[in-house]
């Protein structure tokens, strides 16, 4: 159990495109979703994090306006990177919070995308 | 601002050997700390799940340990094997929202 998937697993995409990634929770209803960034060779960092039916908050120095988070459901969350740029480029990742399982976050396989 | 750090930074050890990962904290108001496992280009594969109030976990050839006090916890890792190569990170919930703070990792070499 505790099964999150994201969609899709890698994606190439021109500077200046959007491009939507899907975080799903597929077994059980996630009421916290959480967003990660990781650069080649460096750690997570955490961009956002998503209740159902709310607005993401934002960490500092993550631009609202351009990684569109929305969590419309209990199983759903998506990352939009609008106007990408190559800077943009990175391996995203997605996490989940069982309703009745607070203490442990369950992760996605990540989202590797490329702008060229 | 809670901060996580990991020593070292590489580790490359022949096989057979146990060895110990660090990672500390700077907040120890902490709801849980996790080890995860990465592999290159791939995601995370969580490995062990410490609460605030435990001492220690256990699996297989792995042990980690939590002195939440001191910031401290540790990964050992028993008759290591090239299989075992991989990036360690260490990642500790806090805050509202339990959100995780990741160290940097540490890249671990299984010499056969």
Known sequence: ?116 | KQEVTQIPAALSVPEGENLVLNCSFTDSAIYNLQWFRQDPGKGLTSLLLIQSSQREQTSGRLNASLDKSSGRSTLYIAASQPGDSATYLCAVASGSARQLTFGSGTQLTVLP
């Open chain 1, 1 to 116: 159990g505790a099964v999150v998937s994201q969609h899709p697993s890698w994606v190439i995409c021109k500077s200046g495109t959007s491009v939507k990634i899907e975080c799903r929770s597929l077994d059980f209803q996630a009421t916290t979703m959480f967003w990660y960034r990781q650069f080649p060779k460096q750690s997570l960092m955490l961009m956002a994090t998503s209740n159902e039916g709310s607005k993401a908050t934002y960490e500092q120095g993550v631009e609202k306006d351009k990684f569109l988070i929305n969590h419309a459901s209990l199983t759903l969350s998506t990352l939009t990177v609008t106007s990408a740029h190559p800077e943009d480029s990175s391996f995203y990742i997605c996490s989940a919070i069982a309703r009745d399982r607070v203490y442990e976050q369950y992760f996605g396989p990540g989202t590797r995308l490329t702008v060229t």
